[in-house]
């Protein structure tokens, strides 16, 4: 073979490798690609836990939608866990279904030995969150930068039901025009499938201090609820009507 043939051959050969990766490049730098990524938090503790994050590669709003908080409040972490499987249409998901492994492993709202979850975030923009799980949380609101917060819990009772404290089957928002729209809107729409007042949802405001969704609201400015179903409802229930209203804020922020 003489030098101007295997001259020839390398030629193309470069040809051919730029026209391959240029038209594999071409979508790519469109439109960026959707994608699911499974984090851990806390990594190498014991409060190690999962963070997915599924971006549908186009412009969006940034949801965090967290469940177990509370290790017996069953049914939130459950729904929150379907909810990993979604892949939005538009913006980036965030889901921590089961944000503390140690309560649920206890099957208590507090595991022996530890601080109640939702009450170690800060309530003040510049305050710090207590201990290694919250302080990871609350980093990945402030890395991601979050728009909209669902927090899924239980109550033990009905939160019409004003002979006890628990505030079953209700919706705590922090104030602001966007989350009072949309929880207005889950309360009202749920309400109508229940025929006893007794168990209807109620919309309340101010999640407590301490608790992740004031603190995601009073760091970075995220429209956030507390979601809470009752346990005196059937499981299925429980879980449906937590999806529902996740899917009511997902279809309200075009993302489903
Ligand atoms: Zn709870």
Redesign the pocket.
């Known amino acids: 073979m003489t030098l101007r043939s295997k001259v020839k051959i390398f030629m193309v050969y470069i040809l051919a490798f730029f026209i391959l990766t240029s038209s594999l490049s071409i979508p790519l730098k469109a439109e960026a690609a959707a994608s699911v990524q499974v984090k851990k938090l806390a990594a190498g503790t014991k409060y190690e836990t999962k963070l997915y994050v599924i971006k549908s590669g186009k412009a969006g709003p940034v949801v965090l939608i967290v469940g177990g908080?509370?290790g017996n409040?069953i049914a939130?972490y459950k729904a929150a866990l379907k909810v990993c499987n979604y892949r939005p249409a538009r913006g980036t998901l965030l889901v921590i279904p089961q944000a503390n492994v140690l309560a649920i492993e206890a099957k208590k709202?507090v595991a022996s030995g530890q601080a109640d979850l939702?009450r170690a975030f800060p309530s003040t923009k510049s305050g710090t969150a207590k201990g290694t799980l919250a302080k990871s949380i609350l980093k990945v609101i402030k890395d991601y930068n979050v728009d909209w917060v669902m927090d899924m819990?239980?109550?033990y009772d009905y939160a019409k039901n004003t002979s006890t404290s628990s505030v079953g089957q209700s919706l705590i928002y922090y104030p602001s025009s966007s989350a009072k729209t949309i929880g207005s809107k889950i309360v009202g729409t749920l309400n109508k499938y229940i025929s006893l007042n007794r168990k209807e949802f109620s919309l309340l405001r101010y999640p407590a201090k301490g608790s992740l969704t004031r603190a995601a609201a009073v760091t970075v400015g995220a429209k956030s609820f507390i979601f809470?179903t009752c346990s005196k409802e059937s499981f299925s229930t429980r879980v449906n009507n937590q999806l529902k209203a996740a899917n009511m804020l997902l279809s309200y922020l075009n993302m489903k």
């Open positions: 908080i509370h409040e939130g709202r939702n819990h239980e109550g809470e």
